[in-house]
């Protein structure tokens, strides 16, 4: 007789958890803003001032987000940015050939090729 009224208690208890589970704030901040409700601390925002009231359109028409992205005319292509790639890389070549000949002022001084 005892274990049924465990098992009828258990099964009340899950059963008022579940619902009171779908009645609960779904994140933090609503837990919060709850709070903040029932002991007075969250105010109703003021009310626009009269010019901005009036500065306003009646209907908003708001353009709606473009995720198509538009076609950049600054935009390379793969060839373009092969060609300016081996572009860089004949411009290093030329400065490192420049610089071989340069000696820096503390460098050892190499000697001379036979």
Do not use: W
Not at 63 to 78: E, G, H, I, N, V
Not at 90 to 98: G, I, Q, S, V
């Amino acid at each position: 007789m005892i274990l049924a009224r465990i098992a009828l208690v258990l099964i009340c208890g899950l059963a008022a958890g579940a619902a009171l589970a779908q009645e609960a704030p779904s994140s933090g901040g609503e837990f919060i803003g709850r709070i903040f409700d029932a002991t007075g601390l969250r105010t109703t925002p003021p009310q626009a001032a009269d010019f901005v009231r009036e500065s306003r359109p009646e209907h908003m028409d708001y353009r709606p987000f473009d995720p198509k992205p538009k076609k950049d005319p600054k935009r390379k292509t793969a060839a373009d940015l092969r060609a300016m790639g081996a572009d860089l890389e004949a411009a290093a070549a030329e400065n490192r050939r420049k610089a071989a000949g340069v000696a820096a002022p503390d460098a050892p001084v190499k000697p001379a090729a036979r």
